[in-house]
Nanobody, 114 residues
Framework: QVQLVESGGGLVQAGGSLRLSCVASGIIFRINAMAWYRQTPGNQRELVALIGSTGSTNYPDSVKGRFTISRDNAKNTVYLQMNSLKPEDTGVYYC????????WGQGTQVTVSS
C-alpha cells in the first residue's frame, strides 16, 4: 500500500522560501518518477515539478527558476525547494508518483501573503 506524507508547508511572505518534503512508502522509490502538484480552491491539481528516476527534472513556466525538485532515494523522500514565492503559489501541495491518478496524501498547505 502506497503512503505519501507531505510536510513543510506554512505561511510565508511574498519573496520568501519554503522547503517541502514528501516521504513515500510501499513503493520501490528509486525506480519511480515523482512529482509535486498543487491545488487551489475551485481548480484542478496542477503539476509544479517532476523528477525522473535518473534525476532529470521538469517544471512548468509558472515556477521555472523559482522551484527546485530533488530526491533522496536512501530516504524515500522527494523535496520541493520553493524560492521567491508569490501569492499565486498559495495552495495545498501534494506529492505523488508521476502520472498516478489517485492515492493522494493529505497534502501540505502553503500560504503566501502579499
Amino acid at each position: 500500500q502506497v503512503q505519501l506524507v507531505e510536510s513543510g508547508g506554512g505561511l510565508v511572505q511574498a519573496g520568501g522560501s519554503l522547503r517541502l518534503s514528501c516521504v513515500a512508502s510501499g513503493i520501490i522509490f528509486r525506480i519511480n518518477a515523482m512529482a509535486w502538484y498543487r491545488q487551489t480552491p475551485g481548480n484542478q491539481r496542477e503539476l509544479v515539478a517532476l523528477i525522473g528516476s535518473t534525476g532529470s527534472t521538469n517544471y512548468p513556466d509558472s515556477v521555472k527558476g523559482r522551484f527546485t525538485i530533488s530526491r533522496d532515494n536512501a530516504k524515500n523522500t522527494v523535496y520541493l525547494q520553493m524560492n521567491s514565492l508569490k501569492p499565486e503559489d498559495t495552495g495545498v501541495y501534494y506529492c505523488n508518483i508521476a502520472g498516478r491518478g489517485g492515492g493522494w496524501g493529505q497534502g501540505t498547505q502553503v500560504t503566501v501573503s502579499s
